[in-house]
């Protein structure tokens, strides 16, 4: 099904589906958050933006048009790790998405009046998401985590480094990190192999794009841990629910009880069975959102608990959540709710790469973050290979005051506030 090859120094990964209609291509490099100078925060997230606007042979109106106008997408994302250009279309079109998307990372114009126009499009965004408790929740949450690191910065940036960002920085990131050496090129379909590759070679000729001679890896600085004491970060905003992210240390990507802490996490706050779902909604009806996610890095990992509870209520959910916590490192799971869990997980991985975009997704990240494929029956069979303990002694792993982070958005009261120090100092 998967076959991954290079072609002019670029990694060519494809994934065969028959039954499929349509195909997703995907360009990946390898530049996100992770590799920005603290004075360039940010620039990444813009880099995704200006590309958008236009390239030598095509206006901003033209790129768009090319896919939509075929009933396709174009879209693209930045994360800490990459920045992916991605379309997704019927079959038919494989060739004009491969154009489209070359066209657009290897010729884009940056014109200083697009980026000038771009510029506040971006401060846009940034006022949306500080209007967004959650997203200011989850910042505060990894400035705690991480402090004077990529990873406890925004990928959008601040108003104060994307002020200061220069058609010249970009230019020269552009010429560090958007090259063959530094990329991927994935599709998901019925594609075969070979004649991706062909059509790849095809445009990289057309658009006389080459490998780059003497390329040398990128590289980030790995995070440092220095958190000796639990700690607490409260934003003050007069909004209608205090919004809350409760963050610990956890285990990196390959960490070897990583698929007990996915289980940890389904248990947990993943679903409407969930331990948190069940107690601080169901039963107690504290909150309308609760639940958890997981984020594992190279070198890092964090465990998140998340909510918008009741704006009097904060101090009685945060002590239900702190209890669940704590007792999953003290008792094992139960026999039901394990075996629960792994049919979860098996059948969301399954149902999730029913569609070829996620499958392009999964695939590609994989190989970018992993430098390969793990088949989804091996990914399975180590999960159906945890037993209890292994989830138990992860919770002991990281949930551990030391690891206690708090972020709290909303209209907290002084007594509000003592008592969440109160209850986070006898965690």
């Known amino acids: 099904m998967y076959k991954l090859s290079t072609l002019k120094n670029a990694k060519i990964l494809t994934c065969h589906l028959p039954q499929m209609k349509s195909v997703s291509v995907g360009v990946w490099i390898k530049a996100g958050g992770l590799y920005e100078p603290a004075k360039q925060s940010g620039i990444s997230h813009f880099i995704e933006h200006l590309v958008f606007k236009g390239t030598k042979s095509r206006n901003y109106q033209q790129?768009?048009?090319?896919?939509?106008g075929s009933g396709g997408m174009l879209n693209a994302?930045?994360?800490e790790e990459y920045t992916c250009f991605f379309v997704?279309?019927?079959s038919q079109h494989l060739s004009k998405s491969i154009d489209i998307l070359l066209d657009m990372v290897f010729n884009a114009m940056f014109s200083p009046a697009d980026i000038t126009k771009e510029r506040l499009v971006v401060f846009e965004e940034i006022k949306m998401y500080f209007d967004l408790p959650q997203h200011l929740a989850n910042d505060g949450l990894v400035s705690l985590l991480w402090p004077e690191h990529a990873l406890g910065r925004s990928l959008l940036g601040s108003f104060e480094t994307l002020k200061t960002i220069s058609r010249t920085e970009i230019i020269s990131y552009i010429h560090k990190h958007y090259c063959l050496d530094n990329m991927l090129i994935s599709c998901s379909g019925n594609i075969a192999h070979n004649l991706f590759i062909n059509k790849v070679n095809y445009f990289l000729?057309?658009?006389k794009i080459k490998a780059k001679q003497n390329f040398k890896d990128n590289k980030y600085d790995c995070p440092k841990i220095k958190q000796n004491s639990s700690q607490i970060k409260i934003v003050h905003k007069q909004i209608e629910q205090m919004h809350i992210c409760l963050g610990f240390h956890a285990l990196h990507r390959q960490h070897h009880l990583r698929y007990a802490l996915f289980l940890l996490h389904i248990i947990l706050g993943a679903n409407m069975s969930s331990r948190l779902f069940n107690e601080v909604r169901e039963k107690k009806g504290l909150a309308y959102e609760i639940g958890s996610t997981i984020k594992l890095f190279q070198d890092a990992g964090v465990f998140v608990v998340h909510a918008g509870v009741i704006n009097d209520k904060l101090v009685p959910a945060v002590k239900v959540i702190f209890s669940e916590?704590?007792?999953?490192?003290k008792y094992l799971v139960l026999e039901n709710?394990?075996?629960?869990a792994k049919e979860y997980y098996r059948g969301q991985i399954l149902m999730g790469l029913e569609?070829?975009?996620e499958h392009m997704?999964?695939?590609s990240e994989s190989v970018l973050t992993k430098g390969r494929i793990e088949l989804v029956s091996s990914i399975i069979k180590k999960v159906n290979a945890v037993e209890r303990k292994d989830i138990r002694d992860v919770a002991r792993m990281i949930f551990k005051k030391i690891n206690l982070n708090l972020s709290v958005v909303g209209p907290l009261t002084k007594e509000q506030s003592k008592k969440l120090n109160i209850s986070v100092d006898t965690f």
């Open 205 to 207: 000729k057309k658009y």
């Open 355 to 357: 569609d070829n975009l």
């Open 325 to 329: 916590v704590k007792r999953l490192t």
């Open 88 to 90: 997704k279309i019927l």
């Open 77 to 79: 994302f930045t994360s």
């Open 63 to 68: 790129l768009k048009e090319a896919i939509e």
């Open 361 to 363: 997704f999964w695939a």
């Open 337 to 340: 709710e394990f075996t629960r």
